[in-house]
């Protein structure tokens, strides 16, 4: 059974950092391309940041400068380093692997207030 858990969600002042993690199980996790996505409620969910399993990373502009995608194959792990964190970072962060096949994490809230 694959799973993808994330955590290190919370809630931190405008400019503040937060260190998001996502464990995988089930998988064979240096195969998979990495990705975190966020969702507002109402909105698409658009994508964060992204790590192949070789290590090459990509941002939205959103994020760049800001937020670091970085990944860990012997703990089968993948993070998100947010910082500078502003008001519309909240959201709902998604932990997304792919490959022949694609699976989700359950989500982990990061508010961010003004």
């Known amino acids: 059974q694959v799973q993808l858990v994330e955590s290190g969600g919370g809630l931190v002042q405008a400019g503040g950092s937060l260190r998001l993690s996502c464990t995988a199980s089930g998988i064979t996790f240096s195969m998979y391309s990495m990705t975190w996505y966020r969702q507002v409620s109402g909105k698409q969910r658009e994508l964060v940041a992204t790590?192949?399993?070789?290590?090459?990373?990509g941002y939205a502009d959103s994020v760049k400068g800001r937020f670091t995608i970085s990944r860990d194959n012997a703990k089968n792990t993948v993070y998100l380093q947010m910082n500078s964190l502003k008001p519309e970072d909240t959201a709902v962060y998604y932990c997304?692997?792919?490959?022949?096949?694609?699976?989700w994490g359950q989500g982990t809230q990061v508010t961010v207030s003004s």
């Open positions: 997304y692997a792919s490959s022949h096949r694609d699976y």
């Open positions: 790590i192949s399993g070789g290590n090459r990373g």
